[in-house]
């Protein structure tokens, strides 16, 4: 178009001006929800960046407080707990380099399997020293595989 400011251009053809580069704005503004009345415009990079790191700072802090008051503190601590004991404590192809691709079933169910191994192994381990009974024992609720 004639006697209209140009916004953007592409490939050498017009794509719109600044009227419709407006209503454009506006419109994306409105689907995202996105509010600049409390808007703070810098007037240089350093301010802008004081600006950026106020705000990661502010974001963070209320991460922490969201977590603290969510009590999520001990469902992470568990989940890392699965997966050091599934990297480190289960023999077979669980390792740091690949831990990342399993599901949270895989981890738990690898802890569980190797409790169960382990517990089995002590308790064959206990039988054939005679340091246990068998008697007391139900063999078959022992199994690792079950």
Do not use: M
Not at 4 to 30: C, H, M, N, P, T
Not at 51 to 78: C, F, M, P, T, V
Not at 127 to 138: H, I, M, N, V
Request: charged letters at 30%.
């Amino acid at each position: 178009g004639e006697g209209r400011e140009a916004v953007g251009y592409g490939s050498g053809k017009f794509l719109f001006d600044q009227v419709s580069y407006l209503y454009i704005y506006e419109f994306v503004k409105a689907i995202n929800g996105i509010q600049d009345g409390d808007r703070i415009h810098p007037e240089d990079a350093h301010a802008k960046q004081v600006l950026i790191e106020d705000e990661r700072e502010r974001r963070k802090r209320e991460a922490r407080r969201r977590q603290e008051d969510s009590g999520d503190k001990n469902s992470q601590s568990r989940l890392g707990n699965l997966i050091s004991a599934a990297t480190w404590a289960c023999p077979g192809g669980i390792t740091p380099f690949n831990r990342g691709d399993l599901h949270i079933y895989d981890l738990v169910d690898a802890v569980r399997r190797s409790d169960r191994l382990l517990q089995y192994n002590h308790t064959l381990t206990g039988l054939y020293a005679g340091t246990l009974d068998r008697k007391g024992l139900d063999l078959s609720s022992l199994h690792w595989a079950g």
